[in-house]
């Protein structure tokens, strides 16, 4: 849980002081220590040293704030519809949180969940890897008429050394290696899956430039091992679970529209 923004600049200032009791009154209106625990407890959380210097910070803070809320009430802000507003739906929305928080740890995600639905994400994982070569060049017309010299016989990695502005390819006849989809942009990764060994492409465009295409070879690729996935798998899953316990709650409310 993030902490909250009103309390950021209490992470500013870290130094050692002497632990004290705490018994204050602001305006007559008691300061509740179990706020200081509070906001303590977040902050080891993100790993800061809570020292007693921190928690005087958190106290004057809090000071503060008790100030400015009386001030606010005297001017009769906080019986405002507006701010009651905000009050109300950020009650629902932490309530919302922290009930589906509470729900996980009530209802937790097993290894044998990530483990069933790995085994269906390697059932379904259908990725392929392309062994290509490329000829980069600047204009439409003239990757047009090189895939016509193509067409006509000539040799595409002779072309590719004398005329593609890839020169660190070019000097490879324009060989890229194998390459999966995530290795090029969209549109270079589209043409690769239009295409079977052998055949090349019509000229087309990425933000590059314009390019002919050539495969040679295609393989599936292997998935990838369940430790290299395991939290997005768990990510989904949490998600799973909740959206289904929500959509229950919701089927088993009244709700009169």
């Known amino acids: 849980m993030k902490i909250l923004p009103i309390f950021s600049l209490l992470l500013l200032t870290i130094c050692t002081a002497t632990k004290a009791e705490i018994s204050i009154t602001v305006n007559e209106q008691h300061l509740n220590p179990a706020l200081i625990e509070f906001i303590s407890k977040e902050l080891e959380l993100q790993g800061k040293e809570i020292t007693d210097e921190m928690k005087k910070n958190i106290t004057e803070r809090l000071i503060e704030l008790e100030i400015m809320t009386d001030a606010a009430r005297k001017k009769g802000i906080t019986n405002e519809s507006k701010f009651l507003s905000k009050v109300e739906l950020t009650y629902m929305e932490l309530a919302y949180t922290e009930y ?3 729900y996980l740890l009530d209802h937790p995600i097993s290894k044998d969940d990530i483990k069933k639905e790995y085994d269906a994400f390697k059932k379904k994982f259908d990725k392929k890897e392309f062994k290509g070569q490329h000829i980069l060049v600047k204009t439409k017309n003239d990757a047009e008429m090189i895939h016509s010299r193509i067409k006509k016989g000539e040799q595409f990695d002779e072309i590719a050394k004398n005329l593609s502005l890839d020169k660190e390819s070019a000097k490879n006849g324009g060989d890229l290696g194998w390459f999966k989809d995530e290795d090029m942009v969209d549109s270079f990764s589209a043409e690769a ?3 079977k060994p052998t055949e090349v492409s019509d000229a087309f465009q990425t933000q590059f430039g314009w390019h002919i295409l050539k495969i040679n070879e295609i393989k599936k690729r292997p998935p990838p091992d369940l430790e290299t996935v395991k939290k997005q798998i768990e990510e989904t899953l949490k998600k799973r679970k909740l959206t289904a316990h929500i959509k229950e709650l ?6 009169n529209r």
Not at 250 to 255: G, L, P, R, T, Y
Request: proline share 0%; glycine share 0%; no cysteine.
């Open 100 to 102: 589906l928080k509470k």
């Open 250 to 255: 919701k089927d088993n409310a009244e709700i």
């Open 193 to 195: 899956h239009k295409l």
